[in-house]
């Protein structure tokens, strides 16, 4: 076979193959219908989503099947774009999950490739930039010819040095994920700080309000047309790219207008916010995280407006009912939680610093212009 006459002579610099020389393309798995399962949506999946951070409980009811070590890749416009792109570790030995129909499949072939490298491979440019050429249907439902993926020629190094590539990203991604639990645990400390102090503790003298006596809510705009640079463009669905300059530059909490109307933002740097997300100015100083406390501790999503899409509109948000504090407590609560997001705003920019290099060794690993056991941290 193609593996016992090429494995052992592959060396440092690998050899010429293709894809579905070293990954097999959506294994068979046996799921009888209706046996409850792990289901992966594909709205849980982020852009280098090593651990998929949630899952539910479903009747297994159709759907592309997986194993740990699997890779799930979104094959349709626009999550692919959005790189969509996961390693799955949810599920127990032997145990199978499932999720959309959506999905491309790679397992590795444990004989020539490594399953963090593959994993790893799938996410550069080398395999993405020619899955996304190879969309064919309408604009709005493009999706991946998984023939053009299987057929994609790549250069495969020996497993040692597949090994070293894939630890090497894995541990830039596992202090990013390290990170991000940080920050998690200060924000729940931060609400439960809003908890305590405008919940447990709220004095019924505070005068009755709406949330627009506090905020002023703008449209985010169409970001297209402006040039790559260094300021985050936000959408509903979190971080969408980096551009030239930003709508605004001041502290201020983003809202979804349409689609996953909870993900509320906190956002203290220059940014862009597009059509679908909301942002807000403050009208008065030191109030945008008690704002943003204050809106994620309501179900947004229970206020949705639209139909086939969820949707939330300004007299919605203007017209929210709110209790404001006394000026007094309100600085009380930005002295307390300050400290805790200048540690979220360090850690945030330290983790877009790794990911940075991140995303420039990637391409140059996988094409072998850069040898992995030359680089040191």
Known sequence: SWNRRYARNWGRLGMRCKLADIAEFNPNESLKKGTIAKKVAMEQLRPFCRDIPGYTLEPFNGGTKFRNGD??????????????????????DGEIGFGSTEYIVFRAKKSVSDEDYLYYLVCSPLVRDAAIKSMVGSSGRQRVQIDVVQNLEVDLPSMTEQKKIGALLR?????????????????????????????????PEWKQGHLSDLIIVRYGKDHKKLADGSVPVFGSGG???????????????????????????????????VDTMFYTEMKFPNIAKFVYH?????????????????????DILNTIEIRIPSRDVLATFENIVSPMYETMQHSIK????????????????????IDVSELQF
């Not at 998690?184 to 102090?197: G, H, P, R, T, W």
């Not at 204050?294 to 300004?314: C, E, I, Q």
């Open 350 to 369: 330290e983790s877009a610093k790794l990911a940075t290099i991140r995303d420039s060794l990637l391409p140059k690993l996988m094409s072998g212009e």
């Open 294 to 314: 204050f809106l994620k501790s309501k179900d947004l999503a229970s206020m949705n407006a639209g139909s086939a899409v969820p949707s939330m509109t300004t």
């Open 71 to 92: 890779t799930i890749m979104a094959r349709i416009t626009p999550c692919l774009e959005n790189g969509k792109t996961a390693k799955v570790a949810i599920l127990d």
């Open 239 to 273: 971080l969408m790219r980096k551009v030239e300059r930003p709508l605004y530059d001041k502290e201020s909490v983003l809202i979804p207008r349409k689609g996953t109307l909870n993900n509320v933002m906190y956002i203290n740097e220059p940014f862009w916010s």
């Open 171 to 203: 541990a830039l991604d596992d202090k990013i994920e390290l990170n991000n639990k940080i920050n998690e645990n200060l924000e729940q400390q931060a609400q439960a700080f809003y908890q305590e102090l405008f919940i447990n503790h709220a004095n």
